[in-house]
């Protein structure tokens, strides 16, 4: 006996509760309001932490390209001659002013402080220390950083925010050997030159404060510089000179080349330049003075 079977029926779905949109509209926004200030701290945070690896990043990549297109042809040296007039012998008035104010100030009050204790007669031998070492090739950088430096900016950035460097680009010229190069290589070769004129400049004006004003005898401040004052001294600072040279003009032509914003982009580059520019010198300075003397680091 068989009877007839019925399907069976689904149960019905259950109907999911329907929302207020209002109050689901308000959720999404307090959702939204409460991470967008924390969202904005943490941008501003995290940029402010980044920077400096950014411009370390694109001032070592330039560093290289600028390495890298040194050594192929073709080799451009009335650019580098011209270049080398612009850093060098435009910056020999305002290094051997410097240079001079620089070693009067510095004879006046080292032997103001010596004749306390009776030492006035190493006044000689500590100016002619003070310039070889520190106080001619970091002058001298800094100088050279606030007159060719902020140039060197200047025009690259006019170059840049006109379409000439993409110019250049279109003629099949490399712009960082064609801008970039002569522009460092005239850093490293006339900075060190510039550092000596200090170095000598800034001697001749302690020398004349310090025996035609101040009564110190000429042979002995000369016979006391010369026997303390020895080459390894001008030479750490020739070194460091070698080194500020290449590092002013490659941060000069890294803001130049990279500006953007017009008129006011280009002065603000500029201003980086300069401020970029003081701040690696002193802080190399005193890691290349850790290294040669193997302590402090």
């Known amino acids: 006996m068989t009877s007839d079977a019925q399907p069976a029926t689904p149960a019905p779905a259950e109907k999911a509760p329907q929302e207020d ?23 501003a945070i995290g940029v402010r932490l980044l920077s ?124 960082v050997q064609y801008l970039v190069v002569p522009r460092v290589l005239a850093g490293l070769l006339t900075v060190p030159l510039l550092t000596m004129l200090f170095n000598v400049v800034g001697m001749f004006g302690a020398y004349v404060v310090a025996t035609g004003l101040l009564g110190i005898d000429p042979g002995v401040f000369l016979g006391r510089m010369q026997w303390l004052v020895d080459w390894k001294d001008v030479a750490q600072g020739l070194v460091k000179a070698c080194i500020f040279g290449v590092v002013v003009t490659l941060i000069a032509c890294r803001q130049g080349f990279f500006a953007s914003g017009g008129a006011a982009g280009v002065g603000q580059a500029t201003n980086r330049s300069v401020v970029h520019n003081a701040i690696a010198i002193l802080a190399l300075d005193y890691l290349i003075t850790a290294i040669i003397l193997g302590q402090g680091i």
């Open 52 to 175: 400096p690896l950014a411009e370390l990043g694109m001032l070592s990549r330039m560093a290289w390209e600028t390495l890298f297109w040194a050594v192929r042809p073709p080799y451009r040296l009335r650019l580098l001659i011209g270049s080398m007039e612009f850093i060098g012998v435009g910056s020999i008035f305002i290094v051997g002013l410097t240079g001079f104010f620089m070693g009067a100030v510095l004879g006046l009050q080292l032997v103001d402080g010596f004749r306390q204790f009776g030492a006035e007669s190493q006044t000689g031998a500590v100016v002619g220390m003070a310039m070889s070492r520190e106080i001619g090739p970091v002058f001298t950088a800094l100088m050279v950083s606030s007159r060719a430096g902020s140039a060197i900016t200047t025009e690259l950035g006019s170059m840049r925010v006109s379409d000439q460097i993409n110019a250049l680009i279109t003629m099949a010229v490399n712009p």
């Open 21 to 43: 949109p209002d109050r689901a509209r308000s959720a999404a926004e307090e959702e939204e309001q409460t991470p967008s200030w924390a969202k904005e701290i943490s941008e």
